[in-house]
C-alpha cells in the first residue's frame, strides 16, 4: 500500500499539471517528503497542446500558436532520524512558449511570449509522535522571459517587445500535515510564497529603444496553498485529491515605458498607459479527485479528473484560455527498492477570446495531452 500511496503522488507530478492555472506547468507539490527512508527520482515529460482560434471578424485562422514543449525535475530526500527529514526539489513550475504565425492571423500574427523558469527547493520536516508533522523550507528560482506584440489588434502597441534577462529570485515554503498509516491516510496543506523577481529590461517599438538602457521590471510569481488528501477506502484501494489555490492577480509584467511607471526624464521618452501591465490573469481554484489500486505485487494504477472553473472569457493574447478539464491515468511497476511511473493525461482547454487593444481572436475546442515518466529509487 505505500508503493501505491507514493505512485498517486508521481501521476499528479508527470503530467496531470499541464496548463494548471495560466502559465503553471508543475504544482509544487512536497510529495516526496513522504517517502519512507532515503529516496530519489527523476521524472521527463512532454507536452503537445493544440491551440488555434479565428480572427474576430473575417474569421482568418491564427494557426497553432502554443509550441510542444519538455520538462524535467528531480528530487532527493533523506531520513536524518525517526522524527526530522529533509529534501532538496528541481523542477520548471512556470512557463510559456507560444507564436501566433504571420502567416496567419492579421490581428495577432507575429505576436509571441516565452517564459523559462527553473526553482530549487530545499525542506525541512518534523514528524511529532502523534502522527502530525510540520514542513518548510526555502525556494530560489531562476527565470527570464521575451514578449513580442504584433498585428492590427495591438494598434500603437504593433511591434513592442520586452526583452527579461534572466535573474534570481527568493522566497519560501510552509506546511503541515496529519498521517494515519493504518488506513494509508494523508492530509498536508502547503503555502508557496511569493517569489520576487527583478529583472533587467530592455523595451523596443518597431527596433528602436523606447528608454536609455535597461530599466527594471519587477514581478511577483504567485502565492498559493494547496491542500492534498488520501485515504484507504478498501484493501488495496484508496482515493486521493488536492485542492489547489493560486493568486494570479499578484503575477504583473509591467515594463516602465509599457505600465508608465516613474520615467527617466532626459530625454523624454513614449508611455503608453497599460497600467494592468503586458498580461492579467484571474486567480484560480484547481481540484483534482483520483482513485488507485494495487492490482498485483508489482503493479498498481491510478486514475485522476481535474477541474477548474473558467472566468472572464475576454482574456491576454499572451494566455488565451480559461479553466480546463482533465483526466490522467498513471501506471506504477515497483521492484525491489526501485519504482517506475508512467502517466498520461488529457486536457479539454476553456474558450476564451484573446483581448489586444480590442477583441481580436476567438479560441474555441482546444486541448493537450501530456505524457511522463518518473523513476524512483530507496535506500
Known amino acids: 500500500m505505500k508503493h501505491l500511496l507514493t505512485g498517486t503522488a508521481a501521476l499528479m507530478l508527470t503530467a496531470a ?8 506547468r508543475a504544482p509544487q507539490s512536497l510529495g516526496i517528503l513522504f517517502e519512507e527512508g532515503n529516496y530519489v527520482e527523476f521524472g521527463v515529460g512532454r507536452v503537445s497542446p493544440e491551440l488555434s482560434g479565428n480572427d474576430v471578424g473575417s474569421g482568418t485562422p491564427t494557426g497553432d500558436i502554443a509550441k510542444n514543449y519538455n520538462f524535467f525535475g528531480l528530487g532527493y530526500k533523506h531520513q536524518f532520524n525517526e522524527n526530522l527529514s529533509g529534501a532538496i526539489i528541481v523542477e520548471q513550475p512556470f512557463g510559456a512558449d507560444m507564436y501566433y504565425p504571420t502567416t496567419g492571423s492579421a490581428m495577432l500574427g507575429g505576436t509571441a511570449v516565452t517564459i523559462d523558469s527553473t526553482t530549487y527547493t530545499a525542506l525541512l520536516r518534523y514528524k511529532f509522535d502523534n502522527n502530525i508533522g510540520i514542513h518548510g523550507g526555502i525556494r530560489g528560482s531562476h527565470a527570464s522571459g521575451e514578449v513580442d506584440l504584433r498585428g492590427d489588434g495591438y494598434a500603437l502597441l504593433d ?30 496543506l502547503t503555502y508557496n510564497s511569493p517569489v520576487t523577481h527583478d529583472f533587467d529590461t530592455t523595451e523596443t517599438l518597431s527596433g528602436g529603444p523606447l528608454r536609455a538602457g535597461q530599466t527594471t521590471t519587477s514581478v511577483d510569481t504567485p502565492r498559493s496553498w494547496t491542500l492534498e488528501g488520501q485515504t484507504g477506502v478498501a484493501a488495496d484501494t484508496l482515493v486521493f485529491g488536492s485542492i489547489r489555490w493560486v493568486k494570479w492577480s499578484e503575477f504583473k509584467v509591467a515594463p516602465e515605458a509599457f505600465s508608465c511607471a516613474p520615467m527617466n526624464p532626459t530625454p523624454p521618452t513614449p508611455c503608453f498607459g497599460q497600467t494592468d501591465g503586458l498580461v492579467t490573469l484571474e486567480n484560480t481554484t484547481t481540484y483534482t479527485l ?43 511497476y515497483t521492484q525491489d527498492n526501485w519504482k517506475v511511473t508512467t502517466g498520461i493525461t488529457y486536457i479539454k482547454l476553456g474558450d476564451a477570446t484573446a483581448d489586444a487593444a480590442e477583441p481580436s481572436a476567438e479560441f474555441r475546442d482546444n486541448d493537450a495531452w501530456g505524457i511522463g515518466v518518473k523513476v524512483g529509487y530507496s535506500f
Not at 499539471?17 to 503553471?24: D, H, K, L, S, T
Not at 520586452?162 to 498536508?188: H, Q
Not at 472572464?312 to 479553466?323: I, Q, Y
Open 17 to 24: 499539471p499541464v496548463f494548471a492555472g495560466a502559465i503553471e
Open 290 to 332: 483520483g482513485v488507485a489500486r494495487k492490482f498485483t505485487e508489482n503493479w498498481s494504477g491510478a486514475l485522476s479528473l481535474g477541474y477548474e472553473k473558467s472566468g472572464n472569457r475576454l482574456v491576454s493574447p499572451l494566455s488565451p484560455t480559461t479553466g480546463r478539464k482533465s483526466v490522467g491515468l498513471a501506471a506504477i
Open 159 to 188: 511591434g513592442y517587445s520586452a526583452v527579461l534577462d534572466g535573474t534570481w529570485g527568493w522566497g519560501y515554503v510552509l506546511g503541515a500535515s496529519w498521517e494515519k498509516p493504518e488506513i494509508a491516510a494523508r492530509v498536508s
